[in-house]
């Protein structure tokens, strides 16, 4: 029965990326805006690399890679693996053409599937359902890559019209119950994943943490909870901003979240599914740790810590956007980096990063729990990133 079941999620895993990628013209698998992003080609051929490099070559007898070239063409970071190709040039390579990459796929589905099939060990299962989890992983990236490239261009490209992804509402509305926070008293409290099922490493290593008496509302800031932030000069004022953040803000001319546009005093932000009005009543998008800390600083308030965030997270509806702690991304105690090349999936990266928790309306459906950490640079704003006060 496991097997089968694993067959199942891994076959319907596939087919959903592939899914996600029906609105697209030829055209719009191939560019790479900037480096931090990849071309929807790249996404389709580096998450069936997976499988063949990670899985394939090493537990299939008599394996025939599908190209020579691919192991070095969709490598993304794994230096045990050896030499890739630059990341940032990943728009340029238009061949393989978009046909073969597809062809790549189904080439390694069958083997996988095979595989599957033929009962194979229990670290050959790991490392499946470690696969399908990093290509969940990379159907979000798809789309928020996608929409990164798309908004640069002056037409403002729909991609679905019913991917706005951004319309969503906090679960009850402000004006019928006002603002609700919960309380967390102070105490000792247990933090990491404790379950049987598929976890990632970062989230390993169960451990106690001390807190202080808390609130946390329940509610994520709206658009127009931060246009009132925007219009009170907030982009202008340097003291409610970190250091680095009122760089960043000046360096880079910031004065709103990403994709939004005030034509002729009315804000827009460009969406999966064009360009549209800001929804005032819409939870907020988009914006940076830095943008999400200078918000709390101008309300009074604070981000959350990681810690604080897990152990309230039963009692608040989470999950319609990444939400920006004020925690570093950093081992766990008792935290280790497995052998290999999965060993860099996680470790290598915790340094200058920023816990976010919860997930997003762009995240793969059952693919986060309330021990998942997700992180990045604090300036980043293309991914579905939002805001939940503390005080």
């Known amino acids: ?81 050896g030499e890739r190709a630059v990341r940032a040039q990943r728009g340029m390579m238009t061949r393989p053409t978009v046909k073969s990459v597809y062809q790549y796929r189904h080439y390694v589905d069958k083997h996988v599937q095979e595989l599957i099939r033929k009962n194979p060990p229990k670290d050959v299962v790991s490392l499946i359902i470690l696969g399908i989890n990093h290509e969940e992983q990379h159907q979000e990236l798809l789309l928020t890559d996608l929409k990164y490239t798309l908004s640069l261009n002056p037409t403002n490209p729909v991609y679905s019209p019913d991917a706005n992804l951004v319309s969503d509402h906090n679960l009850d509305t402000k004006e019928a119950i006002g603002d609700k926070w919960i309380t967390i008293n102070e105490g000792v409290y247990e ?79 460009y969406t999966l599914a064009g360009l549209q009005p800001v929804d005032r009543d819409a939870i907020l998008s988009h914006v940076s740790y830095y943008e999400a800390n200078a918000f709390a600083t101008w309300k009074k308030m604070r981000l959350p810590t990681e810690q604080e965030w897990e152990v309230a997270s039963s009692q608040i509806d989470w999950g319609k956007r990444w939400e920006w702690t004020s925690s570093a991304y950093q081992p766990y105690p008792n935290f280790t980096i497995s052998d290999g ?26 693919h986060s729990r309330p021990t998942y950490r997700n992180f990045f640079h604090p300036h980043f704003q293309w991914q579905y990133s939002g805001i939940r006060l503390a005080k």
């Open 341 to 366: 090349a999965v060993g860099e999936y996680n470790g290598k990266f915790m340094v200058n990063q920023i816990v976010l928790r919860g997930a997003s309306v762009a995240t793969a459906h059952g």
């Open 191 to 269: 933090i990491g994943y404790q379950g049987n099922e598929f976890c990632y490493d970062n989230e390993l290593g169960v451990h106690k943490v001390y807190l202080n008496r808390y609130e946390l509302s329940t509610q994520l800031v709206t658009n127009g909870e931060y246009i009132e932030f925007i219009e009170d000069g907030g982009y202008q004022e340097f003291s409610h901003w970190l250091d680095e953040g009122w760089t960043w803000v000046n360096e880079n001319a910031i004065h709103c979240p990403l994709y939004w546009r005030n034509i002729d005093g009315v804000w827009y932000y």
């Open 1 to 81: 029965m496991l097997l089968e079941s694993l067959l199942k999620n891994y076959t319907k895993t596939r087919e959903q990326t592939e899914k996600l990628c029906q609105p697209l013209h030829t055209e719009d698998y191939i560019p790479q805006a900037v480096e931090f992003t990849s071309p929807p080609k790249w996404h389709l051929a580096h998450t069936t690399w997976f499988f063949e490099e990670m899985i394939l070559t090493k537990y299939v007898q008599d394996y025939r890679v599908f190209d020579n070239d691919f192991n070095f063409l969709f490598n993304s970071y794994y230096q045990t693996v």
